[in-house]
């Protein structure tokens, strides 16, 4: 059935909607616009009741993989030491230490002072909720802009599609997940006009995940973007006057209280989005803060020598999204190819998205997640647009996909955490709770597997070697690694040395053999055992030391 839009304007705060199909879309096309032609209709009752058990169900199901495994990958087992050396008088940028802001090992250590340290299973449970939040998010924005169908697809399509990605990448309890309801919480209340919302829901996302800062670029535009003419629901003293009134006789009146309406939206854009951080930086260490989650990774983003293996990394994670959106991706084209439509604050955020994916050059699955909400957002205008059997289409191709990506977690084998397993177990044996390990390798998890303290506030050798974006080129070495965090580590060795060494590398670039520092102290210190663990070498201290 074809609905007529009315004629009155849109809302100002609103972002770009999908035009008219008299305008956007040939005579032949059948159209199926929302309600209202962009602007809300009153909700129907109990919408929002019978919408919630849905998505909740459905966040439920897509997320069951992530409670089969103790953790998924090592950022998982990264940040549960960390919250157990901060619960420990740990000070983060200090003792404790990582590339990445502080919400979410707060976060951590909050849930593992509340439910204790020895499972993840509440994280994970957090991660459901997180997805339940995103979509909720994306339901009501969606709504917002094209009527009550619009809300209950666009939650529909995220949860079905969050988890189209290896199950390392997209069923682990990190930073994306937790980061996903504050991008969308930020486009949502900027389109609402609520700057300083959406000022703190950016800063949420940047203190959650640097490259969370994406969404700020959407955010400005529809600042840039709001009309001069339409008054602030919050805001009353900005309303513009009426055209009938003497101000607005002359073309100098709207626009010039258009101006001050938006430097006054950026001041609170600003303010909100400026404090969180700030704040942040002064309850740690402020020169601790700039230098690991911005200054001191330089050598990071480099991948000489490693075009190869990150360049098919990538291609290979595309390829997975790819799979998981099928049902997404031609909505979009499809209307791109019979009309030029779509709010441009979604392509916006979408290119942002897609930049900060890029950035660094690394490729990671779970990067990848940052696409989906703008994505689902652009398939949900899309299908307004086209037939209702096209809607059809992208619930059943997307479920499809979502059936196999949930296979796979359910049934995909941990090789790596098994390994993780056994190593911890043989660190029990050959030591006591007291005394401290340092584990030479990738794989942070081993230290709270085998609930023993680390010998360093370094948990990986990537931090020390530049090793983190799986390099496998020259840019590996101690002169690589992050600036000035040899001299502490040998400090730290020197000054408690631990009675167990782990050299986990396995032949990797870091390989212990090939670091002049640490070689030349497990020769003067510490013997090797016989026995490696699935190729790990353990090394004890020697007596007399």
Sequence with gaps: MLVEPPPSAPSAAAPPS??????????????????????????????????????????????????????????????????RMLAD????????????????????????????DESLRPLKVLAVLSQLLTALVLAATARERWGDRAGRTA?????????????????????????????????????????????????????????????????????????????????????????????????????????????????????????????????????????????????????????????????????????????????VVRVLRIARTGAADLWLWLASSAAAVLLGLHFFGHYYLQLLPPLVLLATAALQVLPRTRLATALLGSAGACALFLAWGLLAP??????????????????????????????PETYWLADRDPASRYLTAGLLTNYSGGRDGPQVGERYGMAGTWPVLVRELHGSPPALIVDDSRGKPYAAERLPTL???????????PDPVDGAVLYVRTTGR
Excluded at 48 to 67: D, E, I, K, N, Q
């Design 18 to 83: 999908v035009p008219a199909p008299r305008t956007a879309a040939p005579r032949t096309e059948p159209v199926a616009l929302a309600p209202g032609g962009g602007a809300p209709a009153p909700a129907p009752a109990g919408y929002w009741r019978r919408l919630l058990p849905v998505f909740a169900v459905l966040a439920v199901v897509t997320r069951l993989p992530s409670f089969r495994h103790t953790l998924w990958n090592p950022d998982e087992g990264f940040l549960a030491v960390q919250a």
């Design 155 to 331: 939650g529909v399509l995220y949860l079905l599609v969050s988890i189209g990605l290896n199950p390392e990448d997209a069923q682990a309890a990190t930073f994306e997940i937790f980061m996903l309801p504050f991008t969308a919480a930020a486009v949502m209340y900027a389109g609402k006009g609520r700057w300083g919302a959406a000022g703190l829901a950016v800063a949420g996302a940047v203190l959650m995940k640097q490259t969370g800062g994406a969404v700020l670029v959407p955010v400005l535009w529809l600042l840039w973007r709001s009309s001069p003419r339409r008054p602030s629901p919050r805001r009353p003293s900005l309303r513009s006057p009426s055209p009938r009134g003497p101000s607005a006789r002359g073309p100098s009146g709207p626009r010039k209280r258009g101006t001050c309406a938006r430097r006054a939206g950026l001041l609170r854009l600003g303010l909100a989005f400026a404090l969180p951080p700030a704040a942040a930086a002064l309850l740690t260490d402020p020169s601790g803060f700039v230098f690991w989650t911005v200054t001191g990774s330089g050598a990071y983003a480099a991948f000489t020598g490693s075009e190869l293996h990150v360049l098919s990394r990538g291609l290979a994670n595309t390829a997975l999204l790819g799979a998981a959106c099928a049902g997404l991706v031609p909505p």
């Design 414 to 443: 941990r090789p790596e955490l098994a390994h993780a397993v056994r190593l911890a177990a043989e660190v029990r044996h050959r030591t006591t709770p007291q005394e401290r390990v340092l584990l030479w390798g990738m794989h």
């Design 519 to 529: 070689r030349r102290l497990l020769a003067r210190y510490y013997r090797p055992l």
């Design 89 to 116: 008088g740990g000070e983060l940028y200090e003792t404790v230490v990582d590339r990445k802001p502080p919400l979410l090992p707060w976060l951590y250590a909050a849930t593992f002072a509340v439910f204790g």
